[in-house]
């Protein structure tokens, strides 16, 4: 097959972490006969410095106009309190508006490799497999009114019946092809926005009678994630909960350097690892391409339908994950030195020769370099 992604490297590790998961992408190609057109184009910081726009119009034009979309990070400071034009991570919140994604698919499931990485026990994160399907599009994120003046610093959690109901939907949906349980996270305990979200989950889980549903109050979730995370399927929550779990539960897994997201209900779909731009470590060559590679796992199947295809890139970072290489992030004390972003790249090409070589087509692959825009 034929399909087209625009690459949106962005700042600090992502132009790093997606050149890994570009090789990934051409290699794949060429082991199972796809041809995958790969079209670059800037965001965040970068795209300001260079276009004086987080998304530029161009970026803005192609991102409608290709098969899925592929990020990697932006943001290399926290807005500051006047608004000023430090605005990378606005550049993001507008593209998933733009291309409608308003659910936001985190799964967490920790490899056997690294059950022993992980800061709790063995015996609470072996097995755990959960899903965060997080709201995107509404909440805080984007309620209105929101700003700071006369000394006083306001932001508004808003959510409709239809925004509610939707995500809902979307995580009873995803359920029924899992273990069938979805819990979904509140503050009713206090937030009116709150009560109102576990109302209109409930009413939807009465569509599903075969899925277990129950609600959980986010400060009891995050307690609980760490103390008994394999109770978790599917975690249903608002934008900024589920921002919040997702990088806690990053955390069972040994890093948040390996979560992929997929961002979808739109005609085109935004993959992106859960991770950050990470200014500390950019540009060293130690960042984890694995949430970017896994993160081209999901559009593999979730935009091209290519299940198998995804299925032998995660059998080829299982497997070289579990001929013990880590990236600097992974490290166990003691352990072997670790290897460099680009090596981990090349391991899992390698690896993916093996695990691809069953079903080889043995065409030639994926279009050479990128397609390169400007602003
Ligand atoms: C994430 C990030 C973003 C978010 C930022 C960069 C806007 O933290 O995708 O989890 O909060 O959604
Ligand atoms: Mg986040």
């Known amino acids: 097959m034929e399909g087209s992604i625009l690459f949106l490297p962005g700042d600090g590790i992502g132009p790093e972490v997606l050149f890994e998961a570009r090789r990934v992408l051409e290699a794949l190609g060429g082991i199972f006969g796809h041809r995958f057109e790969v079209?670059?184009?800037?965001?965040?910081?970068?795209?300001?410095?260079?276009?004086?726009?987080?998304?530029?119009?161009?970026?803005?034009?192609?991102?409608?106009?290709?098969?899925?979309?592929?990020?990697?990070?932006?943001?290399?400071?926290v807005r500051s309190a006047d608004g000023g034009d430090v605005d990378a991570a606005g550049g993001l919140l507008d593209?998933?508006?733009?291309?409608?994604?308003?659910?936001?698919?985190?799964?967490?499931?920790?490899?056997?490799?690294?059950?022993?990485?992980?800061?709790?026990?063995?015996d609470r994160v072996r097995g755990?497999?959960?899903v965060v399907v997080r709201e995107l599009l509404g909440g805080i994120y984007f309620g209105q009114p929101r700003g700071i003046e006369d000394g006083v610093a306001f932001d508004t959690e808003i959510y409709?019946?239809?925004?509610?109901?939707?995500i809902s939907v979307s995580a009873f949906e995803l359920a029924r092809t899992r273990r069938r349980k979805v819990t979904s996270i509140d503050k009713a305990n206090v937030l009116e926005s709150s009560i109102f979200w576990r109302r209109i989950a409930e009413e939807v889980s009465r569509d599903?009678?075969?899925?277990?549903?129950?609600?959980?109050?986010?400060d009891n979730c995050a307690m609980q994630l760490i103390h008994n995370p394999r109770?978790?399927?599917?975690?249903?929550?608002?934008?900024m909960f589920g921002d919040i779990l997702s990088d806690e539960a990053a955390v069972l897994v040994g890093s948040l350097g390996m979560l992929p997201?997929?961002?979808?209900?739109?005609?085109?779909?935004?993959?992106?690892?859960?991770h950050g731009a990470a200014p500390d470590i950019a540009g060293r060559g130690i960042a984890n391409p694995i949430g970017a590679i896994l993160s081209v796992a999901m559009m593999l199947e979730?935009?091209?339908?290519?299940?198998?295809?995804?299925?032998?890139?995660?059998?080829?970072?299982?497997?070289?994950?579990?001929?013990?290489y880590r990236t600097a992030d992974l490290r166990d004390d003691g352990g072997r030195t670790p290897v460099s972003t680009a090596r981990m790249g090349e391991l899992i090409v390698a690896a993916l020769d093996k695990v691809g070589a069953s079903g080889w087509a043995g065409t030639a692959g994926a279009a050479g370099g990128p397609r390169r825009r400007a602003c």
Request: net charge negative.
């Open 160 to 166: 409709t019946e239809e925004e509610i109901r939707r």
């Open 128 to 130: 755990v497999d959960l």
């Open 231 to 239: 109770q978790f399927d599917v975690l249903l929550t608002s934008n």
């Open 95 to 122: 593209l998933r508006q733009l291309l409608g994604n308003h659910a936001n698919i985190r799964p967490v499931a920790v490899p056997e490799a690294l059950v022993a990485r992980s800061p709790l026990r063995p």
């Open 302 to 324: 979730l935009a091209f339908a290519l299940p198998e295809e995804a299925d032998a890139v995660r059998a080829a970072v299982n497997r070289v994950l579990g001929d013990g």
């Open 39 to 77: 079209i670059e184009a800037p965001i965040g910081d970068g795209a300001i410095k260079s276009c004086g726009d987080s998304l530029p119009p161009e970026t803005r034009a192609l991102a409608v106009d290709v098969d899925a979309v592929l990020l990697g990070a932006v943001g290399l400071d």
């Open 261 to 274: 997201s997929a961002s979808v209900g739109g005609d085109i779909g935004l993959y992106e690892p859960v």
């Open 208 to 218: 599903y009678p075969d899925i277990a549903f129950s609600s959980m109050l986010v």
